[in-house]
T-cell receptor, first 111, second 113 residues
Framework: GENVEQHPSTLSVQEGDSAVIKCTYS??????FPWYKQELGKRPQLIID?????GEKKDQRIAVTLNKTAKHFSLHITETQPEDSAVYFC??????????FGTGTRLQVFP | AAGVIQSPRHLIKEKRETATLKCYPI?????VYWYQQGPGQDPQFLIS???????DKGSIPDRFSAQQFSDYHSELNMSSLELGDSALYFC????????????FGSGTRLTVV
């Protein structure tokens, strides 16, 4: 079955710097790759997603890139703010079905 | 806009008791997914339903069962509860398995003592 690896597990950046989180997936049939932000005890919140027919997608300070050949995708957050501090999960889905999550990255943005 | 409703929000049970978690998907969403998230862990897929039929099964223990009803709401039944079942349980719904676009509920925090 699908397996998703995520790095790093923790990431500390200074406010205003960029943050990059990387994920790799194992099943080449995966075609949907969402990113979620989760605050303690809260539900995962979708922040951006990308489908396999697109290589890059951007939404204000957030961007995601997908390399299908290498089977990896990355989240880029620019101009980080303290409120960006949370746990971020990548996920992969085959044919838009169940999500297989990465192990999460705890992002801390220091003012 | 209506979201995915989960009840109860919090539940405390003793070992070996049973628990029932409920999920009400967004209106017209026909697919429901259940995930279990232990402390500091990523959400793990348990089971899913499409058009009231079980569509996929993940790491769901035999002590757990679930179903989707005619109004598309779903219930997760958990028996012989163990301490290790303490977790956040999320339900997500989507419109058709081909379209993605999951929406998560607020979750049920189950504590087994």
């Amino acid at each position: 079955g699908e397996n998703v690896e995520q790095h790093p597990s923790t990431l500390s950046v200074q406010e205003g710097d960029s943050a990059v989180i990387k994920c790799t997936y194992s099943d080449s049939a995966s075609n949907y790759f969402p990113w979620y932000k989760q605050e303690l005890g809260k539900r995962p919140q979708l922040i951006i997603d990308i489908r396999s027919n697109v290589g890059e997608k951007k939404d204000q300070r957030i961007a995601v890139t997908l390399n299908k050949t290498a089977k990896h995708f990355s989240l880029h957050i620019t101009e980080t703010q303290p409120e960006d501090s949370a746990v971020y999960f990548c996920a992969a889905s085959i044919r838009n079905d169940k999500l297989i999550f990465g192990t999460g990255t705890r992002l801390q943005v220091f003012p | 806009a209506a979201g995915v409703i989960q009840s109860p929000r919090h539940l405390i049970k003793e070992k070996r008791e049973t628990a029932t978690l409920k999920c009400y998907p967004i209106p017209r969403h026909d697919t429901v997914y259940w995930y279990q998230q232990g402390p500091g862990q990523d959400p793990q897929f348990l089971i899913s339903f499409y058009e009231k039929m079980q569509s996929d099964k993940g790491s769901i223990p035999d002590r757990f069962s679930a179903q989707q009803f005619s109004d598309y709401h779903s219930e997760l039944n958990m028996s012989s509860l163990e301490l290790g079942d303490s977790a956040l349980y999320f339900c997500a719904s989507s419109l058709g398995r081909r379209q993605g676009g999951y929406t998560f509920g607020s979750g049920t925090r189950l504590t087994v003592v």
